[in-house]
């Protein structure tokens, strides 16, 4: 599976962004997705994340509420709709994915950047 991921931009605080990830490969429809962040000097850190089988999503705290992940399987794409953005939240911002029941997350996207201003 090959991601790109897509979508970062400027955006004052209190504003929304959505994230795209196409994936491509037959089987996407099977892969759980994943959206994780990396700040300029921290680690990255998981954000979101959609499991194929039943679809049920898991989000960080410090974002609950606030972003919601989905997918489109007919689109190969994943979705992180980004709301009442936070300067924290500044980050580059990764799409992945992994075989259902994986332990780890085994393809990466490029990573796309989300800059917050106050």
């Known amino acids: 599976v090959q991601l790109q991921a897509s979508g970062g931009g400027l955006v004052q605080a209190g504003g929304s962004l959505r994230l795209s990830c196409a994936a491509s490969?037959?089987?996407?429809?099977?892969?759980?997705m994943g959206w994780f962040r990396q700040a300029p000097g921290k680690e990255r850190e998981f954000v979101a994340a959609l499991t194929w089988s039943d679809g049920k999503t898991y989000y960080a705290d410090s974002v609950k509420g606030r972003f919601a992940i989905s997918r489109d399987n007919a689109k190969n794409t994943v979705f992180l709709q980004m709301n009442s953005l936070k300067p924290e939240d500044t980050a580059v911002y990764y799409c992945?994915?992994?075989?259902?029941?994986?332990?780890?997350?085994?393809?990466w996207g490029q990573g796309t950047l989300v800059t917050v201003s106050s």
């Open positions: 992945a994915a992994k075989v259902s029941g994986s332990p780890a997350y085994d393809y």
């Open positions: 490969g037959r089987t996407f429809r099977w892969y759980d």
